[in-house]
């Protein structure tokens, strides 16, 4: 899992002016998610950290297989609200993308194409889904060099490899260099 660099500049849509940027940037709900992003974050590394350290990078798939889900439960609820990993090329298959999602998930490519870090790259929007309205916020995990390498790099050791396909037959999170987007955190909640 990556280490979130915290701060970075929030991506709004263009036709929102700059005063609202300011707002947004503010906005209680944005402070809220980022801190549930950021613990979610330090969860997660401390737990593969763990992993790796009693029994190597193929205990971290183990690890990310049985605990990362009750970890994510843990601090959404600790957090009252819903947080989760999504990528566009997920390990997971309950990890995919929605169609918010695969949107910020494209438009941080751009931006990374474009030169930005993906360290500093989140989004938050209000949506509405059917009749409700949602609050939605994501924030860029770039692809770290340790520990996330050793799960998801170009070159992964064969015990890795075996494993990964075994707890995760269509993985498709594999070949990703250091500094490259790896995924994102994604919150949603219900909006008044």
Do not use: W
Not at 68 to 73: C, E, G, I, L, S
Not at 97 to 106: G, M, Y
Not at 110 to 123: F, N, R, V
Not at 126 to 146: L, V
């Amino acid at each position: 899992m990556a280490t979130v660099v915290l701060g970075g500049l929030l991506m709004l849509p263009a036709e929102v002016g700059a005063e609202t940027l300011a707002t947004e940037l503010d906005d209680e709900r944005v402070v809220a998610a980022r801190a549930a992003t950021t613990d979610l974050a330090m969860a997660l590394k401390a737990q593969l950290q763990d992993a790796i350290a009693s029994g190597g990078p193929a205990s971290a798939i183990d690890a990310c297989k049985a605990i990362a889900p009750a970890v994510t439960a843990d601090v959404s609820e600790k957090r009252h609200t819903s947080i989760r990993r999504t990528a566009l090329k997920v390990r997971n298959p309950d990890n995919a993308p929605d169609a918010f999602e695969r949107k910020v998930l494209s438009r941080f490519l751009e931006q990374i194409d474009a030169g930005s870090d993906p360290a500093t790259l989140e989004y938050a929007e209000t949506t509405t889904e059917g009749n409700q309205k949602r609050f939605r916020y994501m924030k860029a995990i770039p692809m770290a060099e340790t520990p996330c390498q050793a799960c998801h790099g170009a070159t992964i050791a064969p015990g890795v490899v075996a494993r990964i396909r075994i707890l995760y037959p269509d993985d498709q999170a594999t070949g990703f260099a250091p500094g490259t987007l790896r995924g994102a955190f994604s919150v949603s909640e219900p909006s008044e």
